[in-house]
């Protein structure tokens, strides 16, 4: 099995205990909800802004470097850009009027936090330096991997509005994690890369590399550290590593 090969088997592993996380966090035994419906739908508030969040990032890495990337992963990313604005849209309808007014303020919010997430800002100075494939890996694997599996335990909320709405993202976050799985597959056999030991920073210090010139083994490590990072994360925020 290649480096690759075992990581992303044991990220899927990994996805069990996001499972389980969010079992524990919204259901009794008897799959009533553990929660509140006034803290479900907060919850349910702070997920679209994460929807929100990924379009502002997703926006900004094209931004950035579209002239880099080849015109079928452009293609892809503006799709995934509508879709999640769409994911936001359809969760934004659902939410009761009483915690909308929150949900607007965090959205408002958005470019500020992002500009203080470390992890993002370190995403965004490998994108300014010419790669922006990083950011991409750490998105559509992590992110997505993640939420399409706590996505599959939301289908199960006793609420027929909620559940049909993650029946239609979950597909799509699904489909988002599978051109993840792709783009990391094709970097590395284009980048002719033979892993070796992880090393985060490595990213920040490579300059102007283009799709052919990537470095499989910085994704990698990136890719490795995101993992790490979203254990032990409370349940509430899943959707993205700190
Ligand atoms: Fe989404
Ligand atoms: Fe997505």
Avoid: C
């Avoid at 044991?10 to 524990?24: P, W």
């Avoid at 470019?111 to 993002?120: E, F, G, I, N």
């Avoid at 990083?134 to 559509?140: G, P, R, S, V």
């Amino acid at each position: 099995m290649s480096k690759s090969e075992s990581l992303l088997a044991r990220f899927d592993a990994a996805k069990e205990s996001v499972r389980s996380e969010i079992r524990e966090f919204l259901f009794n035994s008897d799959g009533s909800l553990k929660i509140s419906d006034d803290e479900l739908w907060s919850w349910i508030a702070a997920r679209a802004v994460d929807e929100m969040k990924l379009v502002a990032q997703l926006s900004q890495l094209i931004g950035l470097g579209a002239h880099l990337m080849p015109p079928r992963l452009i293609a892809e990313l503006l799709e995934q850009v509508g879709d999640e604005t769409r994911h936001y849209e359809q969760l934004r309808q659902i939410i009761p009027l009483a915690h909308v007014p929150e949900l607007d303020e965090a959205v408002m919010r958005i470019p500020r936090d992002l500009a203080a997430d470390k992890h993002w800002q370190l995403m965004v100075g490998s994108a300014r330096k010419g790669d922006p494939f990083t950011a991409l890996i750490d998105i559509n694997i992590v992110h997505e991997g993640f939420s399409a599996a706590a996505i599959e335990e939301l289908q199960s909320i006793p609420n027929p509005t909620i559940s049909a709405v993650y029946v239609q993202i979950g597909a799509d976050e699904d489909r988002h994690h599978q051109a993840g799985r792709r783009m990391l597959e094709e970097l590395l056999r284009l980048s002719g890369s033979v892993v070796g030991s992880p090393d985060a920073s490595g990213t920040q210090d490579v300059p102007h590399v283009r799709w052919s010139q990537l470095q499989g083994e910085s994704i990698l490590s990136v890719t490795e550290g995101a993992h790490k990072r979203q254990r032990g994360r409370s349940t509430s925020q899943w959707s993205w590593p700190p």
